[in-house]
Every structure is written in structure tokens, then in C-alpha cells.
């Protein structure tokens, strides 16, 4: 069974530009969560789907916002970049029906300059 | 909110020896699981072992086992005969029943020695 995909794996965007990342869950996983790694921040919950609708969200900004699809694909976006988003974005997925075993793909790299 | 206490930034041990990794976590849920992920250089994140709160026995995979002190809300993790594929930064995590967010510590990095 193939893995959490994350496309692109790395990016470098300028500062007010916005992106769009992509992450394919594992076949049958209906839920996708999505993660902000920063050194100084660490890892910190963004958002979660499950069945295309938001089922919960961290405490970030409304620039960060994210969809899911039919096929449980997940993007996420982050408008107007400022140079604190430089981070790893790692997504992760899951059953969805609280059995806890999440897995992670292996993050996209942004760089904002 | 729940928090997720690591105190140990670093360590470092010999291969081939124990090493235990420190985590506390304050909740005031009663339903909740716990969890040890790895993180090598390579960025890709892995679970190593997982608790529930409910249950009294402390998970093990194989060198790999966990101390749950529930009321001290205490979670170290106990590497067994370390190898040097265990490098790696590893984070403990929290998470409520029926909530798929996982609540991270700050991580200690792991360095096995040659």
C-alpha cells in the first residue's frame, strides 16, 4: 500500500505570494491532517478533514486554509506569505474513526524570501 | 488546553545500551491516548508506540516500551539494546478521545554513538 504523498516536497515563494500544497492520503484513509514545523514553534496542528468537511482547526490566521476532496485529497493554501510560514508543512492521514494511527507523508519544505 | 512536556532536549548514548526519554502532559480529560513518534534526519515522521489511558499495561514493540504513570501524567520511553538506525528526533504526542489532533512536545534529539 503506498504512503502519504506531499507534492512539491520542496518550495520558495515571496513574501506575499500565496501557495497551494497537496497531500494524497493513504487508499481508504478518509481523514487528512495538516501540521506547521518550525524550530521555533515545533509542530503545530493546522486543521483536520474527514469526508471533505473541516472537522477541526488549529489557532492560525485565516490565510491558512485548506479543502478536501471526494477522493480524500487534501490541499492546503496560504495566502498573502510572510516570512514566518517558511516552515516544513507535514500532512498526515488517517481512518478517521478515532483509531489513532496517523501517518505522515514527508512534508513539503517552503521557503519564503 | 493540554500541554506536552519534554525536558531533555538531547541525549546521547552508547550502541547497544538503554536510554530512556523523558514526557509529561497535563489534560484534564480522563479519555485520552498518547504516542512516540520518530523523526530521522530524513524528515519523515513515524509512530513508534502508542498508549491508551484506560489501559493499566504499558505498550511495548519490541525494543521499544513505554512507563505510563497516569496520575503522575507521566509517559517516558525506554529504548532497549539502542541501534544506530535510532538517530532521530522523537516527540512525544497527546490526544483526546474522538480527536484526531495530536498535541506535540518540543522533541529530544537522540543521538546513538558508534
Known amino acids: 500500500k503506498a504512503g502519504v504523498t506531499q507534492t512539491p516536497r520542496y518550495l520558495i515563494k515571496t513574501r506575499g505570494q500565496q501557495v497551494t500544497l497537496s497531500c494524497s492520503p493513504i487508499s481508504g484513509h478518509r481523514s487528512v491532517s495538516w501540521y506547521q514545523q518550525t524550530p521555533g514553534q515545533g509542530l503545530q496542528f493546522l486543521f483536520e478533514?474527514?469526508?471533505?468537511?473541516?472537522?477541526n482547526k488549529g489557532n492560525f490566521p485565516g490565510r491558512f486554509s485548506g479543502r478536501q476532496f471526494s477522493n480524500s485529497r487534501s490541499e492546503m493554501n496560504v495566502s498573502t506569505l510572510e516570512l514566518g510560514d517558511s516552515a516544513l508543512y507535514l500532512c498526515?492521514?488517517?481512518?478517521?474513526?478515532?483509531?489513532?494511527?496517523?501517518?505522515f507523508g514527508p512534508g513539503t519544505r517552503l521557503t519564503v524570501t | 488546553a493540554q500541554t506536552v512536556t519534554q525536558s531533555q532536549p538531547e541525549m546521547s548514548v552508547q550502541e547497544a545500551e538503554t536510554v530512556t526519554l523523558s514526557c509529561t502532559y497535563d489534560t484534564s480529560e480522563n479519555n485520552y491516548y498518547l504516542f512516540w513518534y520518530k523523526q530521522p534526519p530524513s524528515r519523515q515522521m513515524i509512530l513508534v508506540i502508542r498508549q491508551e489511558a484506560y489501559k493499566q499495561q504499558n505498550a511495548t514493540e519490541n525494543r521499544f516500551s513505554v512507563n505510563f504513570q497516569k496520575a503522575a501524567k507521566s509517559f517516558s520511553l525506554k529504548i532497549s539494546d539502542s541501534q544506530l538506525g535510532d538517530t532521530a528526533m522523537y516527540f512525544c504526542a497527546f490526544t483526546q478521545f474522538g480527536n484526531e489532533k495530536l498535541t506535540f512536545g518540543t522533541g529530544t534529539r537522540l543521538t546513538i554513538i558508534p
Open positions: 478533514y474527514f469526508s471533505e468537511t473541516q472537522r
Open positions: 498526515a492521514s488517517s481512518l478517521g474513526y478515532s483509531l489513532y494511527e496517523q501517518y
